[in-house]
């Protein structure tokens, strides 16, 4: 492990580093004019291995935002898809002050981060999303005037890399995590930071989902089946068999029925699936808000990763 700072997940964090970071997102948020010139001269790359609408778009937004620029790789027509992860990151370190990478295996992003003599941050991979993680607590923060502390946050679908960076960020925020996960690949779940959050007495874990719902102000999902296997053929089982586990969970107008908790999806969505699609843009959805922080919530990853803001 080198010096630099890097994001693989916030349970590699200190507390008060997340907190801060939080703090930087809505400052950000609020003061956009005041920090379009903290990244000039600075060059991110982002690597894809897996596709992206959202990551993509917003860390490339966010750079040219901040005064900077952003080079896309797909993995597939870079040389990484030739090459070991460590030389190529090597090489990545000489001409980018930061690098964020989409890569299918922690694995790939952990030797990523040994490597690297800049920042590296986690796009998403098999165990953690931590930039969607921090979104979504600006969101919550934003919804209750400024602070996640106390928020009730029912998340209702597969137990898998959302749910463990929604964990980690959880324990140091004070956010009571609902779990309703009838399905969970025992391979992805993070059980150190599942512990964490139990010990913390923030953590529930149940799938009587109507009561879970009843008590939320906020109700999470995501897709049920990974984005690289949701259109795989070679998936179609497991997708038919998670389909029909899952169609009783899904969020619907049924579900929600005297519920006033405010609807959150990561994106991208699949109507019919996790959520019904009227539920989407239905008065209680605040999904495009959440999307939308994934900006503010990664400008301030960078500042305070490259600048130590
Ligand atoms: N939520 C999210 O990471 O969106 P993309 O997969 O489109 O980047």
Not at 49 to 72: P, Y
Not at 162 to 180: M, P, R, W, Y
Request: charged fraction near 25%; glycine fraction near 4%.
């Amino acid at each position: 492990m080198n010096s630099v700072k890097h994001l693989i997940d916030w349970k590699f964090w200190r507390d008060e580093d997340i907190r801060h970071v939080l703090e930087l997102a809505r400052t950000v948020k609020h003061n956009r004019k005041d920090y379009q010139n903290h990244m000039q001269g600075h060059t991110l790359v982002m690597l894809f291995q897996k596709t992206s609408t959202r990551t993509r778009v917003s860390f490339e937004a966010g750079m040219t935002e901040l005064g900077g620029h952003a080079i896309n790789l797909d993995w597939r027509a870079s040389n990484f898809a030739l090459s070991k992860v460590r030389f190529e990151t090597r090489y990545l370190s000489r001409n980018a002050a930061m690098i964020m990478a989409r890569l299918k295996d922690n694995a790939d992003i952990v030797e990523m981060e040994d490597a690297a003599s800049v920042p590296v941050i986690n796009g998403c991979c098999n165990l953690y999303h931590p930039c969607q993680a921090l979104a979504d607590a600006l969101t919550i923060a934003e919804d209750r005037g400024g602070n996640p502390d106390g928020a009730r946050l029912t998340y209702i679908g597969v137990y898998n890399n959302v749910v463990n960076s929604l964990v980690s960020i959880s324990s140091t925020l004070g956010i009571h995590l609902t779990l309703v996960c009838p399905v969970r690949d025992l391979d992805t779940v993070d059980e150190e930071s599942r512990q964490r959050l139990q010990d913390a007495g923030l953590l529930n874990e149940t799938l009587e989902v109507a009561d879970a719902v009843s008590q939320a102000d906020y109700v999470y999902t995501d897709t049920w089946l990974d984005m690289e296997y949701f259109n795989d053929p070679s998936y179609q089982t497991e997708k038919d068999r998670r389909s029909e586990l899952m169609l009783p969970y899904q969020i619907n107008s049924t579900l929600m029925a005297g519920s006033r908790a405010k609807i959150m999806h990561d994106m991208p969505i699949h109507p019919g699936y996790e959520i019904a699609e009227d539920m989407v843009e239905s008065s209680q959805s605040i999904i495009y808000a959440q999307a939308e922080n994934r900006l503010d919530a990664q400008k301030a990853i960078m500042l305070h990763l490259l600048l130590g803001l």
